[in-house]
């Protein structure tokens, strides 16, 4: 029995990123080679099973081959051969099935995303409608600034939803196949066909979801920074907007309906998605970072750049779909709470256009991804 290292002790919402969980990404690579499978049969003009099945894995045993080779693949394209023949996994390499996995489990875990920022925006949208006229007292630098309305202000984090939508709108998905080295050589001399890898790599795009790029990006990382920078800024959208969440609860301005508890002090109600959300805007950096530096790569695959960017890559996923959770939850579990501002009755704070500007955008945004 293979123990879980993490189970979410010190993720507390950790449950709403289960889509990169060790397992989805395994059952992605096993999507894969029974599309490279079926597809690199159907080339061949040879018969092939599609039943890969991941319940007949030994988990052990694919954690010591992981660690002798060095990656997880190894011991899975010889577990999957006992299953499927010798044609599973041929003409590939490890970069293309553990490339495309994350890649198919990226795609899940930002759709979804999108889906919660929606439902976020939705809220938010409500009660920048509601609050147009509500006078409201803001800061710059900490202090007293001048009043303005309280729909103003949200239309600001109703800006900040609508900017990581349309980060992540511009992302595409795309799958690797190569071979050993990227030129897909395999693929033509095993199957005598000098254009089979272009044709599988339309077939199995097909068969998993992801676009064809009609190219091998084994040292070019730019979908993969693509990607990361666009769960990046979901966790940007949340921290900036948690951030407002618990400075507004402190002057009990909006606080939640439902507040986290404390240890030593029972009478709180505590902002628990606005500082959840500040902390995965804050810890997203670091493995951003960690992409970012490995993507300077070599050869036709690096000596460890492109083994560290696996779990960063993850983590990257793990805490933009958490954020996307964390911010519907917020949105409808706001209370807020209208405080008297001072008002010059000559001159009644508006901000309309501001107001308009954010709604129509965060509009054209939420229909443009629904189509």
Known sequence: MVDAFDWGLLEPAGADAAVVADDRILHAMIELERAHLVAWGGLLGVETTSTLDADLLDREALL????????????LAQALRQQGGTLVHQGMTSQDVLDTALMVVSRDALVGARTRLGEAGRRFAALVREHRPTPFAVRTLMQEAETTTLGAVLSGWLDAITSALEVLDAVEFPLQLG??????????????????VAKL???IAAAVGLTDPGRAWHTDRSPVLAV??????VCTAGGRIGRDLGLLARDEVVTPLHGGGSSAMPHKKNPVDAVLLVANGLRVSGPLAVVQTASLSYDARPAGEWHAEWQAWRECLRLGAESA???????EDLVVHIRRAHVDPAKPPRATATVDAALARFERAVEGGDR
């Not at 990361?228 to 800024?233: E, F, K, N, V």
């Open 64 to 75: 010591r081959e992981s660690r002798q080779a060095g990656v997880p693949v190894v011991g």
């Open 179 to 196: 071979g050993a080295v990227g030129d897909g050589e395999a693929f033509a001399r095993l199957s005598g066909d000098p254009d089979a």
């Open 325 to 331: 959770a964390l911010l519907a939850h917020a949105a």
């Open 201 to 203: 790599r339309r077939r």
């Open 228 to 233: 990361t920078r666009a769960a990046a800024s």
